[in-house]
């Protein structure tokens, strides 16, 4: 992902061409693709493996809520 990183900044320091805005949306859709891959079910697996097993639906249950608000708060403005 990194290396999609320095390539979308390196493409931002290069001067304008036709095919600019098709590479950038192709680098983009691969790092999309790579964190989902990777590191975005992180933040679930580390709820469920916090939580006691007695309270784990109780607890995947709050923090989806939370989540949820949190997305609908920083979506909205």
């Excluded at 095919?19 to 192709?26: D, E, N, P, V």
Aim: some cysteine; glycine content about 8%.
């Amino acid at each position: 992902m990194a290396m999609v990183d320095f390539a979308i900044g390196g493409i931002g320091f290069a001067p304008p061409a036709s095919a600019t805005g098709a590479i950038l949306i192709t680098l983009c859709s691969l790092w999309v693709f790579v964190y989902a891959l990777s590191l975005a079910p992180i933040g679930w697996i580390s709820i469920v493996e916090v939580s006691s097993p007695r309270l784990r639906a109780k607890t995947v249950g709050v923090a989806t809520i939370i989540q949820s608000s949190s997305n609908i708060v920083l979506v909205s403005f």
